[in-house]
């Protein structure tokens, strides 16, 4: 049976994607975020409550972003409804390093080119919606369509 590499292994290979995600991460503190470690992961969030993000955020098309083992979202309300979908993208660095930061554009164009979603067509986050076990937008009363959803939609 084929071991996973150490978690130090794993922490390394992501670093450098890691290190974009705090700097990310660092603009959200400055903008009044918080932060909050959970596992070999942190989370970043610029509101506690989704109904307590700022305007401008609340307009982008995404609730997160995972830079290697660093989470950035709206809210931490968002991260906990999003968190197994972000694990994936985690682990996802963690087997691909600084290449994902080329593989998962080129997946998107890929998907495009054969004119699909960019988002939805894109084998990364075909393989966490798959895989994120829990994934519950109920839970902070959003949908996965319109503006101001969790995932990216096409439209």
């Known amino acids: ?89 985690v682990r996802q660095y963690e087997r691909w390093g600084v290449f994902l930061l080329l593989a998962y554009p080129a997946s998107s164009l890929c998907a495009w080119l054969q004119g699909r979603c960019p988002y939805r067509g894109n084998r990364f986050e075909q393989q966490a919606f798959a895989q994120a076990a829990n994934h519950n937008t109920a839970a902070c009363g959003c949908s996965t369509t319109g503006a101001n959803t969790p995932h990216a939609p096409c439209g």
């Open 1 to 89: 049976m084929k071991r996973p590499p150490p978690t130090l292994a794993r922490l390394l290979w992501a670093m450098p994607c890691s290190l974009l995600g705090l700097l990310l991460g660092a603009l959200a503190l400055a903008l009044g975020g918080s932060a909050r470690r959970r596992g070999h992961t942190l989370e970043i969030a610029l509101a506690v409550q989704q109904a307590d993000v700022p305007v401008w955020a609340a307009r982008l098309p995404f609730w997160a972003i995972t830079l290697g083992h660093v989470i950035v979202g709206q809210s931490h309300e968002a991260l906990a409804v999003l968190r197994s979908h972000e694990r994936v993208h």
